[in-house]
């Protein structure tokens, strides 16, 4: 009993004292101690001890114990001792409308102020009318939306409306690509490729193969394999542009003739889009690139604004329509809640408002010109820069060279991210508010950092 008492009040008093640093905006020197010491403690004890040991790869000296605190408008953010950043790594593609856009945060406010969440059971507005916008939006037919937090949630819908579209028939293959990245739940992890992730976890989901990305052929014979054995293809998940997987780029006939293959072999097509979509590749949603309509596209990431974590699955009503009859078969408790679907009205508004697909086209041409440029005479560590919009991946030759140049850039104040799954590639995804002068000096960076490389690494 007295043990219990004391544990609460030891409790009570270390949340008060974080209670009382939350309000604050800005921190004293001693404070700003006090929270590094917490933090990185936090995640030795208490979190996990791995990612010190993985910011420890990506900085320079004691950077590792550098630790985040507030946005410092759109496109940056101040380290809890006041150091600036440019976030290049933009949340590996949320920040599309830039940090904290004031629409966003107001609409979001505003709904605070009067819900936060919906009861689970009357009709919630927001819902109805964030679906609607969503079906003006999205390409083609795509109709009905799911609503999830996360962008592995919005996957599993996808394959689940796939499964119970084909019930049947009892179809339940799916084909998804190497490189892949769709999410690590059990579903989701069933389509990423990297074995890394997937191993320690096998067996997943069954009936998935993975075949090139990329490569039609080698998608054409899987699909007629199936067919041949008697594992009918239910169907084909792909991001448009794999993220993840290094900014991979499909040639131009790829999505459309595997538009075509699918409905040959009758298979449905997914596109996600959780990092490609609301605006990141220049287009509204990447599939406009390349005309085509998928039956079932994921939202996520940038779909909440950088504000909420919200995600969407839309499908056409050729699909959707199976959960019609119990509407309950897939549910969440959270999934389109009042504050996410305020934040996710207010992107879209702000992403036509703004402009920012359009923008994101000609920074994008930009900032790959610029790093393209940085580049030159440095053939020997940068294998390619490529990208479509504000979805740029630098490859270096070597992981080796990769990590320094990361280092390097965190050490400027530039904030980016080597994929998950490709150590070799760095992406550069800032906020598609992102400034002409910030993109001047993100490639400065990047020019200054490569000849920095060749002393540390190549000597
Ligand atoms: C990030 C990502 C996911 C997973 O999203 P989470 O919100 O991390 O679950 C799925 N698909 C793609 C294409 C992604 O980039």
Same mark, same amino acid.
């Given at each position: ?374 580049? $030159?005479?440095?053939?020997? +560590? @940068?294998? &390619?820069?490529?990208? #479509?919009? /504000? ?5 270096? %030759? ?37 400034? $002409?002068?910030?993109?001047? +000096? @993100?490639? &400065?960076?990047?020019? #200054?950092? /490569? ?5 540390? %690494?190549?000597?």
């Amino acid at each position: 009993m007295e043990t219990t008492m004391n544990k609460y009040k030891e409790v009570y008093e270390y949340t008060a004292k974080v209670l009382d640093i939350i309000e604050k905006t800005d921190v004293t020197k001693e404070e700003a101690q006090w929270i590094t010491s917490e933090t990185v403690n936090g995640f030795r004890e208490n979190v996990n001890s791995g990612f010190l040991e993985y910011r420890k790869s990506v900085t320079k000296g004691g950077q590792y114990a550098s630790v985040e605190w507030k946005d410092s408008g759109p496109n940056c953010f101040i380290d809890v001792n006041g150091k600036e950043y440019i976030d290049c790594l933009g949340g590996f593609g949320i920040y599309n409308v830039g940090h904290r856009h004031p629409k966003v945060v107001k609409a979001v406010k505003d709904q605070l102020d009067k819900q936060a969440l919906h009861s689970q059971d009357l009709l919630d507005p927001l819902r109805a009318m964030l679906a609607k916008a969503l079906a003006m939006l999205t390409p083609g037919d795509l109709k009905y939306s799911f609503f999830g937090n996360s962008g592995t949630e919005a996957v599993e819908a996808a394959l689940k409306l796939a499964k119970i579209y084909h019930h049947k028939e009892g179809r339940s293959t799916f084909i998804a690509t190497t490189r892949a990245f769709h999410g690590k739940s059990l579903g989701s992890l069933s389509g990423t490729a990297k074995g890394v992730f997937r191993k320690p976890f096998i067996p997943l989901v069954s009936g998935f193969r993975h075949v090139a990305f990329g490569d039609i052929d080698m998608m054409k014979k899987t699909m007629h394999a199936c067919h041949m054995v008697g594992e009918d293809v239910a169907a084909v998940i792909v991001e448009p542009i794999q993220g993840e997987g290094g900014v991979i780029i499909p040639p131009d006939d790829y999505l459309p003739k595997l538009r075509e293959l699918c409905d040959e072999y009758g298979a449905l097509l997914i596109f996600d889009e959780v990092q490609t979509g609301m605006g990141r590749t220049g287009k509204m949603f990447c599939a406009e690139h390349y005309g085509v309509t998928p039956d079932i596209m994921t939202l996520a990431k940038a779909f909440g604004g950088g504000v909420m974590p919200a995600s969407a699955t839309i499908a056409t009503e050729e699909v959707f329509s199976h959960l019609f009859d119990n509407p309950f078969l897939h549910t969440t408790t959270f999934g389109g809640n009042p504050l996410a679907c305020a934040a996710a009205l207010a992107t879209i508004n702000v992403l036509i408002e703004e402009k920012l697909p359009e923008r994101a086209a000609e920074m994008g041409e930009y900032m790959l010109n610029g790093l393209r440029e940085a580049a $030159k005479g440095h053939e020997n +560590k @940068v294998l &390619e820069v490529r990208g #479509k919009g /504000l979805l740029i991946g630098i490859e270096f %030759v070597s992981d080796e060279i990769g990590y320094e140049v990361a280092k390097g850039f965190f050490d400027n104040g530039v904030l980016t991210a080597g994929t998950l799954i490709n150590a070799k590639t760095i992406r550069i995804e800032p906020p598609l508010t992102i400034e $002409k002068e910030q993109c001047d +000096k @993100v490639c &400065e960076t990047f020019a #200054k950092v /490569l000849k920095e490389v060749d002393k540390a %690494v190549l000597v």
